[in-house]
């Protein structure tokens, strides 16, 4: 009976011994947690967390902390580099054009020219005086872009017995290349084109004004959008008027919206006839001028 009651004893008191030890782990890593929240919410506290005591728990349960060298260093990012816009190349054509004007007669006298051309403008003509190479003084009283029209205007002028002539200029045609981002490419040549057209649009204006008896009303209303589609042709120019053909190009749109200015400004007191002399006059000079273009940019 001995024997067994102090085995029993002895069992007990070593699970008890047991029991002890346990706690009193417990109670020493709770005091160590503690210790570490406490440390941790100061700056001293992070210093000594990272620098001794995460490095011991590390190798209480088995694992190691990198050293700084170990950690692996991410390369920093590269921007992304955007492709640059295509160049592009885009060929614009100045076609060759022909002009018939009609001539009313040659002067050596300018004098003579001068009240010629005074005389045909009283009747609704351009009375245009031109000085060719040879010196001599021709005044035009229209222009027409095909000989066919020139022709049927003759006989009626004929028959009205004044006497006249054809005079033709015949501009060449070039080609030229533009480069740049396509959209620019683009908007050099409608710009381009915008301002070609110029002697044809006045041209037509000057045969409906005739044959469709219009007004000066409608005359003012045409050239205020003429002048508003060059200026927005001449945008296209900004920066570019230092480079051919683009400087030449703007230059002759900046004449004809001067021309358009002057026009405007004496509408006002101009009569039917007297709107239709002063349209063919600038008609006629638009024409000439653009023939100056065409050599210029060659």
């Given at each position: 009976?001995?024997?067994?009651?102090?085995?029993?004893?002895?069992?007990?008191?070593?699970?008890?011994?047991?029991?002890y030890?346990?706690?009193?782990?417990?109670?020493?890593?709770?005091?160590?947690?503690?210790?570490?929240?406490?440390?941790?919410?100061?700056?001293?506290?992070?210093?000594?967390?990272?620098?001794?005591?995460?490095?011991?728990?590390?190798?209480?349960?088995?694992?190691?902390?990198?050293?700084?060298?170990?950690?692996?260093?991410?390369?920093?990012?590269?921007?992304?580099?955007?492709?640059p816009?295509?160049?592009?190349?885009?060929?614009?054509?100045?076609?060759?054009t022909?002009?018939?004007l009609?001539?009313?007669?040659?002067?050596?006298?300018?004098?003579?020219?001068?009240?010629?051309?005074?005389?045909?403008?009283?009747?609704?003509?351009?009375?245009?005086?031109?000085?060719?190479?040879q010196?001599?003084?021709?005044?035009?009283?229209?222009?027409?872009?095909?000989?066919?029209?020139?022709?049927?205007?003759?006989?009626?002028?004929?028959?009205?017995?004044?006497?006249?002539?054809?005079?033709?200029?015949h501009?060449?045609?070039?080609?030229?290349?533009?480069?740049?981002?396509?959209?620019?490419?683009?908007?050099?040549?409608?710009?381009?084109?915008?301002?070609?057209?110029?002697?044809?649009?006045?041209?037509?204006?000057?045969?409906?004004?005739?044959?469709k008896?219009?007004?000066?009303?409608?005359?003012?209303?045409?050239?205020?959008?003429?002048?508003?589609?060059?200026?927005?042709?001449?945008?296209?120019?900004?920066?570019?008027?230092?480079?051919?053909?683009?400087?030449?190009?703007?230059?002759?749109?900046?004449?004809?919206?001067?021309?358009?200015?002057?026009?405007?400004?004496?509408?006002?007191?101009?009569?039917k006839?007297?709107?239709?002399?002063?349209?063919k006059?600038?008609?006629?000079?638009?024409?000439?001028?653009?023939?100056?273009?065409?050599?210029?940019?060659?």
């Amino acid at each position: 009976m001995s024997r067994t009651y102090e085995t029993r004893y002895a069992e007990r008191h070593r699970k008890a011994g047991k029991g002890y030890s346990g706690a009193s782990v417990i109670f020493i890593l709770l005091c160590c947690a503690l210790t570490v929240f406490l440390l941790s919410t100061s700056y001293l506290g992070d210093k000594l967390v990272d620098q001794y005591i995460t490095p011991t728990f590390a190798k209480i349960m088995g694992k190691t902390t990198p050293e700084p060298s170990q950690l692996p260093v991410m390369a920093p990012s590269q921007p992304v580099q955007a492709e640059p816009p295509a160049v592009e190349k885009i060929v614009f054509e100045l076609p060759e054009t022909s002009w018939y004007l009609l001539q009313m007669g040659a002067y050596a006298d300018p004098e003579e020219a001068h009240a010629q051309a005074l005389s045909i403008q009283s009747m609704g003509a351009g009375g245009y005086i031109y000085e060719d190479e040879q010196g001599f003084n021709r005044v035009f009283a229209a222009a027409y872009g095909d000989q066919e029209s020139l022709l049927q205007v003759q006989q009626q002028v004929r028959s009205s017995g004044y006497e006249n002539t054809a005079y033709s200029i015949h501009p060449d045609g070039i080609q030229v290349t533009l480069s740049g981002q396509s959209a620019d490419a683009q908007k050099l040549r409608s710009a381009m084109e915008t301002i070609q057209r110029v002697p044809t649009e006045l041209t037509d204006f000057a045969l409906k004004y005739d044959e469709k008896d219009l007004t000066p009303a409608q005359a003012i209303q045409f050239m205020n959008e003429l002048s508003v589609s060059l200026s927005s042709a001449r945008q296209c120019f900004e920066g570019l008027k230092d480079t051919a053909p683009m400087g030449q190009m703007d230059e002759y749109a900046g004449w004809i919206m001067d021309s358009i200015s002057t026009f405007l400004a004496k509408s006002d007191t101009m009569n039917k006839i007297e709107c239709g002399a002063a349209i063919k006059h600038f008609q006629i000079e638009s024409i000439l001028k653009y023939n100056i273009l065409i050599k210029d940019i060659e």
